[in-house]
């Protein structure tokens, strides 16, 4: 099995920082890309960054030039660094990273969501 624990989040005012982490741990053989998603109330989850194994990264309009995603590939960790955040920000953040578990083909697992509330 596979888990990952997300850390980060909370309340910041407009114009703030925040940052987040997602740790898998497991029995994991291999891991591909890895991406953060939002989800605010009423609203589908959206892509908001991702980065692939060669560390490539691609960010949402919304978000561009304000996040910035980055992995260590040693820790198996995705980290998300939000800067000049807007109220619009305000969702649940989930992680998303796809593993390989031994020669199973690779599968997508989610992190349990952590909250990020951007009000003054």
């Known amino acids: 099995q596979v888990q990952l624990v997300e850390s980060g989040g909370g309340l910041v005012q407009p114009g703030g920082s925040l940052s987040l982490s997602c740790a898998a741990s497991?029995?994991?053989?291999?891991?591909?890309?890895m991406g953060w998603y939002r989800q605010a109330p009423g609203k589908e989850r959206e892509l908001v960054a991702g980065?692939?194994?060669?560390?490539?990264?691609n960010y949402a309009v919304p978000v561009k030039g304000r996040f910035t995603i980055s992995r260590d590939n040693a820790k198996n960790t995705v980290y998300l660094q939000m800067n000049s955040l807007k109220p619009e920000d305000t969702a649940v953040y989930y992680c998303?990273?796809?593993?390989?578990?031994?020669?199973?083909?690779?599968?997508?697992?989610w992190g349990q969501g952590t909250q990020v509330t951007v009000s003054s």
């Open positions: 998303n990273i796809v593993v390989q578990m031994g020669w199973d083909t690779p599968r997508n697992y």
């Open positions: 497991g029995s994991i053989f291999r891991i591909y890309n």
């Open positions: 980065i692939s194994t060669g560390g490539t990264t």
